[in-house]
């Protein structure tokens, strides 16, 4: 099983130590899942700043 990661900046979901969005460190601790596809469309993707579709997590220690 793959270990997912979050961002602590934007708080994307990635494998990688660094987010590929913003380059920013990624932890293993996170809670919570967003998938957004339509930013621009969603209020959960507005409460959260969030602008580009992609996995997200809510809660990012
Ligand atoms: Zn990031």
Do not use: H
Request: aromatic content about 6%.
């Amino acid at each position: 099983m793959i270990k997912l990661r979050a961002c602590r900046v934007c708080k994307r979901v990635t494998e990688e130590m660094k987010c590929p969005v913003c380059n920013g460190d990624t932890v293993l601790e996170w809670k919570g899942y967003l998938f957004i596809l339509q930013p621009d469309k969603s209020s959960v993707a507005k409460k959260a700043g969030i602008k580009e579709a992609g996995e997200y997590a809510i809660k990012v220690r």
